[in-house]
Structure formats: C-alpha cells, structure tokens
C-alpha cells in the first residue's frame, strides 16, 4: 500500500487503500469518495474489510455524535478551508508551477523526479510539456467548477502545504490531489 504525504507538512493524505485514477495527464490523483457520518474516533470501513460491521444497524442515538464528512476528509483529518478564492487557487498554482525564468517549487521538483529517473533531455522536456498541461486543465476544470467545488488541507493547516478538491457533480463524488504536493512512502 503507498502512503502518500503533503511534502510541506509531511501529513498523510490519501493512499492507495482508496482507489486512485490518475487524471488531467497524470497530474492529479482522482478519489471517488462517499459521505457518511463519523465521530472524531471513528475509523472508516472500506467495503469489504469487514462485512458484520458493514451490515451493523446503527442506533439513531448514536448518529446525534455525528458528523457529516467524507470518508476520506475524516479518515486523514482534512479540514475544509472557506478563504481560497477562485482567483487565489489560480495564483497559487502558478506560483507553484513558476516559470520558465523562475521555476516554482512544483516544476523544480517534477524536473528533479524525471531527471533522477534517467530521462533523456528530450523526454524531460516532452514530460514536462504534458505536465504543466495536464496542470492548466486541471486548473480549468477546477475553476469552472468552482461553486461546486469545496477545498481541504490537513490538519497542520499550513496556507503552503497540499491543498485537496471536492467536487460532487452528475459524475459523482470525488477528491482531487495535485500528485507534485506529495511524496509516498510503500507499507
């Protein structure tokens, strides 16, 4: 299983316990999730772990504790943040991508990955081509989904750490993780 942690806060977002599409040029890791009710010491149940507690009737008393979440908002201790504007999420991200004067932290990062990876200067250059355009369709879809669009960080909080989407539309409900905000570690 890969763990995968903001590389700002070191705080663990997602892993592979979740199923992960990669998407928007394999830039951003796409997450169906679901909405449940939690507790603050609850863990989740993914289907299948353990199918009597999956088929456990729960008292309504118990659901009055509860609070509305994601699974995977409660399962990493996500916290919606309610101060990135549509405006401020598109400088943030070209602030991070930087560029091609002044690479931002993003762009350093991937480039260092494909070059350790013993690309060619070529492939580098054609990788890094389909990822900062795999990143500006992201950004577009983002942006046009704006007003359907919740936003999450860990709970470090840190403005300059990973910044995690939920969009639930007429295709479901999902999480987006830009993948050059996180490192990963294999359990």
């Known amino acids: 299983m890969k763990v995968y942690f903001d590389r700002e806060t070191n705080e663990d977002h997602i ?4 199923p992960i599409e990669e998407v928007f040029n394999g830039t951003v890791m796409k997450v169906p999730v679901k909405w ?3 507790s603050d010491n609850e863990e989740v149940q993914l289907e299948g772990a353990n ?5 456990a009737v729960e008292e309504s008393s118990a659901d009055d504790n509860k609070e509305r979440r994601l699974d995977v908002q409660h399962q990493f201790g996500l916290i919606k943040i309610d101060f990135l504007t549509k405006s401020g999420f598109k400088a943030w991200v070209l602030e991070c991508v930087g ?3 002044a690479p ?5 990062t991937y480039k260092k990955e494909l070059e350790d990876d013993k690309n060619s200067k070529e492939e580098v250059e054609d990788k890094m081509k389909a990822w900062k355009a795999g990143l500006m369709e992201f950004v577009n879809f983002i942006a046009k989904q704006w007003k359907n669009c919740d936003v999450y960080y860990d709970k470090e909080q ?3 750490g990973a910044k995690v ?3 639930g539309d007429e295709n479901g409900d999902h999480m987006y993780f830009i993948k050059c905000c996180y490192k990963y ?3």
């Open 15 to 18: 892993s592979t316990a979740f």
């Open 36 to 38: 449940g009710k939690y």
């Open 51 to 55: 199918p009597s507690a999956e088929d």
């Open 99 to 101: 560029k091609s004067s």
């Open 104 to 108: 931002g932290p993003w762009t350093t």
């Open 158 to 160: 840190n403005v300059d």
């Open 165 to 167: 989407f939920y969009i």
């Open 185 to 187: 570690s294999e359990y």
